[in-house]
């Protein structure tokens, strides 16, 4: 079993950047494809992006491509999410999961019973 906690959440300027990181506390996150996924208030979580259990593919959704970028580093046990040019839009809770394969998380397959960690808050202003 793994557990992840997310960190790195703040309040930014809009424009600004902020890098999140997803460590894995219990267990590790080689050979498993980890993603991020965000809630705004009043919204349902959504896919953001996802890296594959040997990082050589990446998924992002529309809406942060070309601007987010996700990687890991299986050597310090933590997936990053680079954030540039933010955006109020891009103000939610963000989470990350992990699945044995990155299609399960770009579409949310499987994951009614994961237990998502405490989140990290993103706040951009105008």
């Known amino acids: 079993q793994v557990q992840l906690v997310e960190s790195g959440g703040g309040l930014v300027q809009a424009g600004g950047s902020l890098r999140l990181s997803c460590e894995a506390s219990?267990?590790?996150?080689?050979?498993?494809?980890i993603g991020w996924f965000r809630q705004a208030p009043g919204k349902e979580r959504e896919f953001v992006a996802a890296?594959?259990?040997?990082?050589?593919?990446?998924y992002y959704a529309d809406s942060v491509k070309g601007r987010f970028t996700i990687s890991r580093d299986d050597a310090a046990n933590t997936v990053f999410l680079q954030m540039n040019g933010l955006t109020p839009d891009d103000t939610a809770l963000y989470y990350c999961?992990?699945?044995?394969?990155?299609?399960?998380?770009?579409?949310?397959?499987?994951?009614?019973?994961?237990?998502w960690g405490q989140g990290t808050r993103v706040t951009v202003s105008s």
């Open positions: 890296v594959s259990w040997r990082g050589g593919n990446y």
């Open positions: 219990v267990g590790t996150i080689t050979d498993r494809a």
């Open positions: 999961a992990y699945a044995q394969w990155a299609p399960e998380l770009v579409h949310m397959v499987n994951l009614q019973g994961f237990n």
